[in-house]
């Protein structure tokens, strides 16, 4: 497969690192000083805390060009706009695989409705100047699987061809009927949990407040209530029916797991709050719609 990554942060580094490495024509696009740093030694990994840095030699480009198999887009919420633009006269697929609450529509109706792939990525982990610091595995996160899949809910060949692409090497990648609702739900949960998160200076520091987690929470059933079909997956209907003090003991806990840590909810950075404010004008705006 003919792949471009389109973001060099953590989730397209890791995928272009993982791409390349399996044997396929991968190359990450990058800006700036990320894009110097990685002409210079590649992408740089280390699992957590880890002082062993491995280094994949992943070729990088400054823009895109020509035609590929798939463009996997890795950017924020906020930054949609501008790579779309850039991707119009690019030829391929193009699966976007990042926060998206406004469904498929504003994204095929600049590069063509026939060309867009949606997903999410369950990556986990965080920037260390130039250094992917990923979040070492568990029992818990292999059994999370990446989901992807057509707007309108087939399993086509070139998604059946993009999942295996990816499980060869070893993403476990799943085609979702639903995907369009699976964001639209992980938008609902997550938009609240990071302005929380944000809010409060991280998520350990969220979950010493108990009333603001009280909060978050009433914010998100308020959000899974507004969503037009059943959460998916169907399990975030819980966060609706148990309840609220239980749940609020279990958002506690897990604000104060390692997996929150590196989930990114620690980040406070400017880009995070336009991300953050992005997702949350197109809730607003499916609500409104409906």
Not at 32 to 40: D, F, H, I, S, V
Not at 73 to 90: F, I, N, P, W, Y
Not at 247 to 265: D, E, H, I, K, Y
């Amino acid at each position: 497969m003919k792949l471009l990554v389109y973001g060099a942060g953590v989730t397209g580094s890791q995928l272009a690192a993982r791409m390349h490495e399996a044997g396929h024509d991968a190359s990450l696009l990058a800006r700036g000083e990320r894009l110097a740093a990685l002409r210079r030694h590649g992408v740089r990994f280390a699992e957590e805390d880890s002082p062993t840095v491995r280094q994949v030699p992943v070729p990088v480009v400054e823009h895109p060009a020509g035609g590929y198999d798939l463009v996997a887009v890795c950017v924020r919420t906020h930054q949609v706009d501008a790579v779309l633009e850039s991707l119009v006269g690019v030829e391929g697929d193009v699966l976007f695989l990042l926060n998206w609450a406004a469904g498929p529509q504003p994204l095929g109706a600049v590069i063509g409705h026939e060309r867009v792939l949606l997903g999410f990525p369950t990556d986990g982990g965080t920037m260390d100047d130039d250094v992917v610091r990923y979040r070492a595995a568990n029992f818990l996160t292999r059994r999370v699987a990446m989901p992807i899949g057509e707007p309108d809910g087939r399993t086509t060949p070139r998604l059946e061809r993009i999942v295996r692409a990816l499980r060869t090497a070893g993403i476990n990648a799943k085609a979702e009927p639903r995907m369009d609702a699976w964001l639209r739900t992980h938008a609902a949960f997550s938009e609240p949990l990071g302005q929380a998160a944000h809010a409060a200076g991280g998520p350990v520091a969220l979950a010493d407040d108990r009333d603001a987690v009280r909060s978050m929470l009433r914010l998100m059933r308020q959000n899974l209530a507004a969503l037009a079909t059943p959460p998916v997956p169907r399990g975030f209907a819980a966060l609706r029916t148990l309840p609220e003090g239980l749940l609020v003991a279990l958002l506690r806990r897990f604000l104060r797991s390692p997996t929150a840590v590196q989930s990114g909810l620690s980040d406070t950075s400017p880009a995070t709050a336009a991300e953050l404010q992005r997702l949350a004008e197109q809730i607003r705006a499916g609500t409104r719609t409906r």
